[in-house]
């Protein structure tokens, strides 16, 4: 399997994660995001929506990193979800996470990092971090008492929440201040298989220069 | 079935038109959003993430409109997509939609119409509207040629996308400036049961004042 990524993408990193986690034969092509390639043609071919990640198996072709996990999850039978409440379960988390969770750390991590400082808005910047703080807020009081987002083990769920929160770069996320996040993310790097995004896929920032 | 809901809601619009083109027996319960209902401890019992939607059916209780859908599909056999491919289609659309699509539309249209003028930001609201003219230029470019998102019929997909696109309110959205998500709402208004988010729902604004 080939996955289309970058190291700085946390949505890349779900699938990367997973891919890992189950032991899959697969490989990295990078893509140079910062660079502009998802605006190519040809990248747009590979994927209209126009974004990263993009998994090719065979015949298949596709994107959007929950699809993906869904995919794997139903390719390997691991991880998505012991019966139909649980795969209800995940899939409730799954779009709580790409609207809520990675959906506003992805954006806020891009803007206070990767963005050109003159092009850096506090107020923008302030806004996301505030609606972010709500959802790890959720996030935080969901894994009270519980060790795994979605059910008794580990799923999709746990592994497309975690996309942005085991980057260092600052996104106003500090894993002490969410003591229940905190001890999850320890659970999900004690799993086999477990690694950092930059250990799984190559960085792409800064870009290199145009050739 | 009970739908907590209130008619600005484009996710809780999703549930309630799928109710109504499958014919359910259901009732809208009226959730005063705008007087911070969902910020109460009566209403986080209901759903954790704070959020409308939320449907009751039975011994069912639900959250996250793409994850009702999914319910929904299961329950009547409809809307779901015919075959694996299509599912999983239908499943990556819900994830664009709530990420990029509805998940930039909603804030939008909330900051220009019910935030209090003087908390209105111009810089906020003019990033959300660059992002979400790129979404819907995704969605634009997909429908050209194709009369539904995800197969040859109506499916959840199509529910999930068009949330937010039959409200008058200025969210920066001009049906006219996009001729194939033009037509495609047309086509989805000219189904058996579409109604108006507004005839499906009670209107929570503006919030009635608290006794």
Same mark, same amino acid.
């Given at each position: 399997?080939r996955?289309?990524?970058?190291g700085?993408?946390g949505n890349?990193?779900?699938v990367?994660?997973m891919?890992?986690?189950?032991?899959?034969?697969?490989?990295?092509?990078?893509?140079?995001f910062?660079g502009g390639?998802?605006?190519?043609?040809?990248f747009?071919?590979?994927?209209?929506?126009?974004?990263?990640?993009?998994?090719?198996?065979?015949?298949?072709?596709?994107?959007q990193?929950?699809?993906?996990?869904?995919?794997?999850?139903?390719?390997?039978?691991?991880?998505?979800?012991?019966?139909a409440? !649980?795969?209800?379960e995940?899939l409730?988390w799954? %779009?709580?996470?790409a609207?809520? *969770?990675? +959906?506003? =750390?992805g /954006?806020?991590?891009?803007?206070?990092?990767f963005?050109p400082?003159?092009?850096?808005?506090?107020?923008?910047?302030?806004?996301l971090?505030?609606?972010?703080?709500?959802?790890?807020?959720?996030?935080?009081?969901?894994?009270?008492?519980r060790?795994?987002?979605?059910?008794?083990?580990?799923t999709?769920?746990?592994?497309?929440?975690?996309?942005?929160l085991?980057?260092?770069?600052?996104?106003?996320?500090?894993? !002490?201040?969410?003591?229940?996040?905190?001890?999850? %993310?320890?659970?999900?790097e004690? *799993?086999? +298989?477990? =690694?950092? /995004?930059?250990?799984?896929m190559?960085?792409?920032?800064?870009?290199?220069?145009?050739?």
């Amino acid at each position: 399997m080939r996955l289309h990524c970058f190291g700085e993408s946390g949505n890349a990193y779900k699938v990367a994660l997973m891919l890992n986690l189950t032991g899959a034969d697969w490989e990295a092509v990078p893509v140079g995001f910062f660079g502009g390639a998802t605006r190519t043609p040809e990248f747009r071919a590979l994927n209209a929506m126009g974004e990263v990640p993009v998994l090719e198996d065979g015949a298949v072709t596709l994107s959007q990193s929950g699809a993906i996990l869904d995919y794997l999850a139903e390719k390997t039978g691991r991880f998505g979800g012991r019966d139909a409440d !649980a795969r209800r379960e995940v899939l409730r988390w799954l %779009l709580f996470d790409a609207h809520k *969770l990675s +959906g506003l =750390a992805g /954006p806020l991590r891009f803007n206070m990092n990767f963005l050109p400082e003159a092009r850096r808005s506090a107020e923008i910047n302030g806004w996301l971090a505030g609606r972010l703080a709500a959802a790890l807020k959720v996030l935080e009081a969901h894994l009270e008492g519980r060790d795994w987002i979605a059910g008794p083990e580990a799923t999709l769920a746990d592994f497309a929440c975690c996309g942005y929160l085991f980057y260092e770069e600052p996104f106003t996320f500090a894993r !002490a201040e969410w003591p229940a996040i905190d001890a999850w %993310l320890g659970r999900l790097e004690a *799993l086999p +298989g477990w =690694a950092h /995004p930059y250990d799984l896929m190559p960085r792409a920032f800064p870009p290199k220069e145009e050739t």
